[in-house]
């Protein structure tokens, strides 16, 4: 099964700063990742999907690079909606999907 | 507009079974495969299980294995979870979520039904 570890666990930003999150695979997954935001009370939200593609609706603020085992989200210009934990998730070798832990992003 | 709402979430004691239903509306539900996902009490997500966009093949996840199984009624735009043997970890928020390919990312979630496995 692949682990998918998330680094910094808690990102502290004041608004308008950039954000930079890491997802690291145990194995290669190829482009084979997605990211989603999820806010307290809310269903998780698609972001990212193949690494690298943007889902429907997102803003372009919100990028997604890397392949094989790592992997990063960055945000750029923090907004206030943007303020909640995101997971990455790998669908290259399943099942199962795996998830990694969360990094949640706080205001600073 | 795309939407996935589950039900039959409630307080059940250990032991015993509860059944999830998750009902689809704005796409053609019979071409998508479908899967639930849990966020358990101060942890994060966790795929529990999912299955084709016909039915056809079905997973589930380690930590369920045995006591979880998956289904989905094209006719009903239905996608079920019946679950037995519950115990106090499987207490969590559980959502459905579809994907194009059933192994592929998950572009859309319902808000999720509770669970809560306590005597």
């Not at chain 2, 939407?3 to 539900?29: H, I, K, Y």
């Not at chain 2, 094209?74 to 519950?86: D, E, P, T, V």
């Amino acid at each position: 099964e692949i682990v998918l570890t998330q680094s910094p666990a808690t990102l502290s930003v004041s608004p308008g700063e950039g954000a930079t999150l890491s997802c690291r695979a145990s194995q290669s997954i190829n482009s084979n990742l997605a990211w989603y935001q999820q806010k307290l009370g809310q269903a998780p939200r698609l972001l990212i999907y193949g690494a690298t593609a943007r889902a429907t609706g997102i803003p372009a603020r919100f990028s997604g690079s890397g392949s094989g085992t790592d992997f990063t989200l960055t945000i750029n210009s923090l907004q206030s909606e943007d303020f909640a934990v995101y997971y990455c998730q790998q669908y290259n070798d399943w099942p199962p999907y795996s998830f990694g832990p969360g990094t949640r992003v706080e205001i600073k | 507009q795309v939407e996935l709402v589950e039900s039959g979430g409630g307080v059940v004691q250990p032991g015993r079974s509860l059944t999830l239903s998750c009902t689809a509306s704005g796409f053609t539900f019979g071409t998508f495969a479908m899967h639930w996902v849990r966020l358990a009490p101060g942890k994060g997500l966790e795929w529990a299980a999912g299955l084709s966009y016909d039915g056809n093949n079905k997973y589930v996840g380690d930590s369920v294995k045995g006591r979880f199984s998956i289904s989905r009624d094209n006719s009903r735009n239905q996608l079920f979870l019946q679950m037995s043997s519950l115990r106090a970890e499987d207490t969590a928020l559980y959502y459905c979520a579809r994907s194009l390919v059933v192994a592929g990312h998950l572009d859309t979630w319902g808000q999720g039904t509770l669970v809560t496995v306590s005597s």
